[in-house]
Structure formats: structure tokens, C-alpha cells
């Protein structure tokens, strides 16, 4: 089974703080994600990494940086917290895409972060 | 761009009824569709998926959906609901090459009345 490992589940951190916020998978997996769920507006990209050591911004980056060194690691880090960055983050991998098959793209379990 | 609209946020259906949740797409190319769901507390399961060739999906738990081009929609459906399927869905369009990023519609929580 493919596993997507988010190291908390559950983190309280102070506005103006930098998070770090992890996620490791271990099927070799190209592609890696990080989205952020609110209620009412689903799952929202952020930043995704398609090699290492590269990255693009997806829908709404403001405010967090990713780094990606080895291929099974990507960290979302905010560097400044801020109390409207409260919220569900949500890590995903998926291998390269095949054509016609399309992929299967893997999620963690989510880190619920709340910034007070 | 691409963009998915879940009609209504949430969804209650009785113990062995029919499961309906909608889901239009909007996309400038032929899309890869996706359903998830996700329990209480947990990340998102992959339910099923179109990519090309048969229109209707089959998909984990009794679930399927059908791919309608003409009406770019991809609802899901299930013949009879259990309480197990209270869960919130996901509908979900990505592009076709690349590192075929999700685009998610709002979700909608079914509940399952006894």
C-alpha cells in the first residue's frame, strides 16, 4: 500500500511563528502536493513538486514556501504564521502520469493547524 | 481553467435509498474526473475515476459514476445507501499531462438517516 506520512496531526502555534509542516511518502513517487481544506471551499493546491528540488506555485501560494531535497520528502512552511492560515493542510503523491490510465494521486491525513 | 461545482453542500438520504451527489465540470481540454471521500478525521480515499473509454465508472464501496461530455457532468451515484457511506465526497477534474494537479469542487457531506 502506498503511504503518504504527515508527521502531526495536530498543531497549535503562535501568529508570527514559522511552521513546518511535513510529509513523506514511500512509492518513489514523482509528483508530490500540498493542498489546504476550509469548509464550504474544498481543497485548495498550494504548491506542488513534480523532481526534486523543484516546485510551482498552484492556486494560492501567499504566504507559504515548500522545499523539496529528497524525492520521498516535501515541507510546507509558513513563514510567518498568520491566524487566517488556520486550517487542514493535506499532503498528496502520485507516480508520472500514464496517458489513458490517468493516475491515482495519494493523500495523507491531513494536519489540522491552528494559529492563535 | 479548469473548475468543478458540487450542487449542494449537503446531501441526506434514508438507509437504503438512493445516493445521488452531483458534480459539473468545466474544462478547455478532455479531462481526467475523479470522486473522494473522506471520513471523519481521515485524508482523502479515491472512490473511482474516468480517464478514457467507458463513460460509466465503477468505483470501491457500490459507487459509480458516469461521465456525460454533452452535460459535462459526473455524478455519483449509489443504488442503496448504508449508514458506513456518511462521509464527505469530493469531486475532483485534473489536466491531462503534467503532474495532473487536482482541482476540486466544495464537497458535499452526505448523512445517512436511519
Known amino acids: 500500500d502506498v503511504k503518504v506520512t504527515q508527521s502531526s496531526r495536530y498543531l497549535v502555534k503562535r501568529t508570527g511563528e514559522k511552521v513546518f509542516l511535513e510529509c513523506v511518502q514511500d512509492?518513489?513517487?514523482?509528483?508530490m502536493f500540498w493542498y489546504r481544506q476550509d469548509p464550504g471551499l474544498g481543497l485548495r493546491l498550494i504548491y506542488f513538486?513534480?523532481?526534486?528540488?523543484?516546485?510551482e506555485k498552484g492556486d494560492i501560494p501567499e504566504g507559504y514556501s515548500v522545499s523539496r531535497e529528497k524525492k520521498e520528502r516535501f515541507s510546507l512552511i509558513l513563514e510567518s504564521a498568520s491566524t487566517n492560515q488556520t486550517s487542514m493542510y493535506l499532503c498528496?503523491?502520485?507516480?508520472?502520469?500514464?496517458?489513458?490510465?490517468?493516475?491515482?494521486?495519494?493523500f495523507g491525513e491531513g494536519s489540522w493547524l491552528t494559529v492563535v | 481553467a479548469q473548475s468543478v461545482t458540487q450542487l449542494g453542500s449537503h446531501v441526506s438520504v434514508s438507509e437504503g435509498a438512493l445516493v445521488l451527489l452531483r458534480c459539473n465540470y468545466s474544462?478547455?481540454?478532455?479531462?481526467?474526473l475523479f470522486w473522494y471521500v473522506q471520513y471523519p478525521n481521515q485524508g482523502l480515499q479515491l472512490l473511482l475515476k474516468?480517464?478514457?473509454?467507458?463513460?460509466l465508472v465503477k468505483g470501491i464501496n457500490g459507487f459509480e459514476a458516469e461521465f456525460k461530455k454533452s452535460e459535462t457532468s459526473f455524478h455519483l451515484t449509489k443504488p442503496s445507501a448504508h449508514m458506513s457511506d456518511a462521509a464527505e465526497y469530493f469531486c475532483?477534474?485534473?489536466?491531462?499531462?503534467?503532474?495532473?494537479?487536482?482541482?476540486f469542487g466544495q464537497g458535499t457531506r452526505l448523512t445517512i438517516n436511519p
Open positions: 498528496a503523491s502520485s507516480p508520472p502520469l500514464d496517458r489513458g490510465r490517468g493516475n491515482t494521486i495519494y
Open positions: 512509492m518513489d513517487h514523482e509528483n
Open positions: 513538486s513534480y523532481d526534486v528540488k523543484m516546485k
Open positions: 474544462s478547455s481540454v478532455p479531462p481526467y
Open positions: 474516468y480517464t478514457t473509454g467507458a463513460t
Open positions: 475532483a477534474v485534473s489536466e491531462i499531462q503534467g503532474a495532473q494537479k487536482l482541482v
